[in-house]
Structures are given as structure tokens and as C-alpha cells.
């Protein structure tokens, strides 16, 4: 079946606006996974949910960061007024049920750049 | 506050000898303990996980709760292990976190 996808795959936006970047978890995975890849910040965990709810936002960079998770599948990562230190790729991954307990598939990821 | 340290950022080795990634965490809870890799140009996966005590492509690494470690090992490395390795750690207490490691570039010579 497919695999996680990632929409766009490349996004370029220009300070102080809003992106929406969205994931498509595998078909029948509850548990859903957002993170961050940066040169400056290395890898980072964001946020996870089980089903359409995320139990720890604290992992999310700042208020200008949301997430949300819709009838258990489709899930969007929200940057309102983006500064350039967004710039990074954003990861999504889905496993089956126990968050962290199976293996995760990952998305190709969304590159983002701040101008 | 929970801390990863990957002591070595880049490390080669030849085909066929032992590699070691080294990998330090600091948690005052009971920690669960992950290893990614990244090939290049390809998604990051998971490598293996702790709590299930697996062998994946070679690879192992034991929890040692004295020495606060979680290293990464493979007894021959092979060309196609070359990628970028993270070390990462739960914790599932009152803030759900996972944090990760710097990571290392691991390079297998011919």
C-alpha cells in the first residue's frame, strides 16, 4: 500500500506569512508524528498524536505552531507569520497504534524556506 | 531536564571492522531509548528500539543504566551502513518528549 506522503514537497514563502504543511499517514495507522530537520537545530521532535489527539504540544517551537489531526488520518502542521529560522524540513511518520512502541514510517518530508 | 549527547560527529571506519556509535543520555525517570539512520538521499527510519531488544541489519545496542549509555554497535561494518545515525530518548512523564541526539556521520572505507 502507499506509504506516508508529505504536501508540497517544497514550499518557499516570504517572512511574516502563513504555511500549511500537511501529512497523509499510512491507511489505518492511529498514531502520527511530527518533526523537524535543520542545519542549526539538527533533528527535532514536535509533536505526536494518538488518534486526533495530541496529549504534549510542548515539543512545538512556539505559539506560531499548531497542529492538528482530522478524523484520524490527515494531519496539518500550521506556521503562522514565519520567520526565517522556520526554514528546515518538516517530517511526518504514522505507525500502527502504540506511539513509539512500533516501527515509524516516514514521510519524504517538506522543505521549507523563509525568505 | 533530559539531554542526548553523541560524542562524535563524524566517524570512519573500514569494511569489516567493529563499529561503535556512542551515544550518553541524561534522565532522572526510566528512559526508552531509539536509534534512526538516514541514508543519504533517502527517509529517515527507524533502526531499533530498546525496549524490544532487536537486531536489525546487524545492529545492536543494550541499555546500560550505570553508565547512562545506549551504544550503537555492529560487529563488521559494510559500505551501505554509511548515514547519519541519531540517538534518541522518551519520556513518557508529565511531558511527552523525545529528544535527539546530534547525531553522527558514520563513513564504512573500503
Known amino acids: 500500500g502507499a506509504g506516508v506522503s508529505q504536501s508540497p514537497s517544497n514550499k518557499v514563502t516570504e517572512k511574516g506569512k502563513d504555511v500549511e504543511l500537511r501529512c497523509d499517514p499510512i491507511?489505518?495507522?492511529?498514531?502520527l508524528y511530527w518533526y523537524r530537520q535543520s542545519l542549526g537545530q539538527g533533528l527535532e521532535f514536535l509533536i505526536y498524536f494518538q488518534g486526533n489527539s495530541a496529549p504534549d504540544k510542548s515539543g512545538l517551537p512556539s505559539d506560531r505552531f499548531s497542529a492538528e489531526r482530522t478524523g484520524g488520518s490527515v494531519s496539518t502542521l500550521t506556521i503562522q507569520r514565519t520567520q526565517q529560522e522556520d526554514s528546515a524540513v518538516y517530517l511526518c511518520?504514522?505507525?500502527?497504534?502504540?506511539?513509539?512502541?512500533?516501527?515509524?514510517?516516514f514521510g519524504p518530508g517538506t522543505r521549507l524556506l523563509v525568505l | 531536564a533530559q539531554r542526548v549527547t553523541q560524542p562524535e560527529k563524524l566517524l570512519s571506519v573500514f569494511k569489516g571492522a567493529p563499529v561503535e556509535l556512542k551515544c550518553n543520555y541524561s534522565y532522572s525517570g526510566s528512559p526508552e531509548l531509539f536509534w534512526y539512520v538516514q541514508y543519504s538521499r533517502q527517509r529517515l527510519q527507524l533502526l531499533l528500539r530498546h525496549i524490544s531488544r532487536e537486531s536489525i541489519k546487524g545492529f545492536t545496542a543494550d541499555l546500560n543504566k550505570g553508565e547512562t549509555s545506549f551504544h550503537l554497535k555492529k560487529p563488521f561494518a559494510q559500505e551501505e551502513d554509511s548515514a547519519m545515525y541519531y540517538c534518541?530518548?522518551?519520556?513518557?512523564?508529565?511531558?511527552?518528549?523525545?529528544?535527539f541526539g546530534s547525531g553522527t556521520q558514520l563513513t564504512v572505507l573500503p
Open positions: 491507511s489505518g495507522h492511529t498514531a
Open positions: 534518541a530518548l522518551w519520556s513518557s512523564g508529565s511531558a511527552r518528549q523525545l529528544t
Open positions: 511518520a504514522s505507525s500502527l497504534v502504540q506511539p513509539f512502541q512500533e516501527t515509524q514510517y
